[in-house]
């Protein structure tokens, strides 16, 4: 490591900062840490799944008795639980804890999922959307379509060559 004196330690490195490869290098270690912080389409998928399949029994014990109930430690890192709340109310003489486990609306996490696996179902069929198929064979059909009202107008859609 350089060691600079004070009164040229900033000059430096502000001089430093406007070379190309110290620019370059900082991109890269910049990018780096965006890459990590960004969950990709597999991480989002993943989470989405987990959540979609995820039921309030996963992550719940019920004691033999039914009196009491435990949360499993995963439950407080699961993607698909929104929150959890405790109290302990009165029943009687008996004190009871009630445990209220919110989740992350299922439907919405498989519509998304469907989103990006371009899938959906309409009265019970399901359909998978290919929007580049679709372009190509829209394409195709516009151009099928010109070639044949150009033949029953007796013209060429290919520019006509000449012989010089």
């Known amino acids: 490591m350089a060691k600079y004196s004070p009164k040229t330690a900033a000059y430096i490195g502000s001089e430093n900062l406007e070379k190309p490869q110290i620019q370059a290098r900082i991109r890269e270690l910049r990018q780096k840490v965006e890459d990590k912080a960004i969950a990709n389409v597999q991480e989002r998928q993943k989470i989405l799944t987990q959540i979609a399949r995820t039921n309030t029994e996963d992550l719940l014990e019920i004691s033999e008795d039914g009196r009491d109930t435990q949360i499993k430690r995963e439950a407080l890192s699961s993607p698909a639980v929104a929150s959890i709340r405790t109290q302990q109310v009165a029943l009687g003489r008996m004190p009871v804890r009630i445990t209220r486990v919110s989740m992350i609306d299922k439907t919405k996490a498989i519509d998304i ?18 929007i580049d198929k ?28 000449t012989n010089e």
């Not at 679709?134 to 107008?153: H, I, S, T």
Request: charge should be neutral.
């Open 113 to 130: 999922l469907n989103k990006m696996d371009k899938t959906y179902t309409e009265g019970g069929n399901t359909y998978n959307i290919n």
């Open 134 to 161: 679709m372009v190509v064979d829209a394409r195709g059909k516009l151009q099928d379509a010109l070639c044949r009202l150009a033949a029953r107008a007796g013209e060429s859609l290919l520019p006509e060559q």
